[in-house]
């Protein structure tokens, strides 16, 4: 990381170090043929690429057509300038995080999960909870120490709720993954007015997970905390055994770990 006040600028990769190409996909809603790509190509003109190359073509549907550009962007990030959740503690094995449960919790922890409104994607809950979880990593469901429930797609928020009330849920997770017209920050903000409602917010930890889902984006909508793209079960569970653990005052607040996406942690600390 940049020391303070010194820049560190960076542009897009392609075929050499900052030489800003980028690949563009998007569809245009019109037939396929050579005024389609003249008009894909003014497209990205106008939103400030140069040097353009109309790399693939297809029809998407009728009157519709898909392009992938090649382009070059001027544009420029300080990347020293950014401030966002960095992984920061070394996160508690499978073995070692059902000890710490039974030494200091003394029970299973609940959780339950679901994908909420009109969602019917359960890859992104069922990699989280099922037994066989993802990419070699365990579900929560193999964990002795967390009893955990999957109520699968299309459930409502205020049923996910009620359900996680009635067994004092530690936690309850909602996985969104439709995300056009910005439909799962509108659902994501229901579920938060619901769990206000029901007594529960701030006294059970809520999680958002999906593939358009940051931490910065989960706590701006009331959530304690978002798990995006590339999230395995081991990092929820470690965040979930420490929100139990701090809420019990056996842990302090201030501590992080890796996997727990917090600001907080991203500032000074080291791995």
């Known amino acids: 990381m940049s020391t303070k006040g010194e820049k560190e600028l960076i542009r ?24 389609a790509k003249e008009a894909a190509l003014l ?23 898909f392009f992938i550009v090649y382009a070059h962007t001027k544009a420029v990030l300080d990347y020293a300038e950014i401030d966002t959740p960095e992984l920061v503690v070394k996160k508690l094995g499978f073995d070692d995080l059902n000890k710490v449960i039974e ?6 922890i609940v959780v339950f999960g679901a994908c909420t409104g009109t969602d019917t994607h ?14 070699g990593d365990y579900g929560l469901e193999r964990y002795p120490w967390f009893e955990a429930f ?30 056009q017209r910005d439909v799962h920050k509108d659902n994501s903000k229901q579920f938060i007015e619901e769990a206000k409602k029901m007594g529960l917010h701030g006294k059970v930890s809520l999680l958002l ?43 302090e607040k201030g501590l992080h770990y890796e996997g727990e996406p ?3 942690a991203a500032k000074g600390a080291k791995t």
């Open 43 to 65: 497209y990205c003109q106008k939103m400030g690429f140069h040097d353009i190359k109309i790399a693939a073509t297809e029809r998407a549907a009728d009157n519709y057509s």
């Open 150 to 179: 999957n109520l699968g797609s299309q459930v409502p928020n205020v049923e996910l709720l009620r359900r996680a009330r009635e067994r004092n849920a530690d936690a309850v997770l909602v996985s969104q993954v439709v995300t």
């Open 12 to 35: 897009a990769y392609g075929d050499r170090r900052d030489d800003g190409v980028v690949q563009l996909a998007f569809t245009l809603p019109v037939p396929m043929s050579e005024k």
């Open 209 to 251: 997970g999906g593939p358009r889902v940051d931490h910065k984006l989960a706590t701006s909508l009331g959530f304690d905390a978002g798990f995006g793209p590339g999230t395995k079960p081991s990092d929820v569970a470690n965040f979930v055994v420490h929100q139990v653990l701090q809420r019990m005052g056996k842990e």
């Open 122 to 135: 359960t890859v992104g809950i069922d990699a989280i909870l099922n037994m066989k979880g993802y990419s």
């Open 262 to 264: 917090t600001a907080k």
């Open 103 to 108: 030494e200091q919790v003394g029970r299973r």
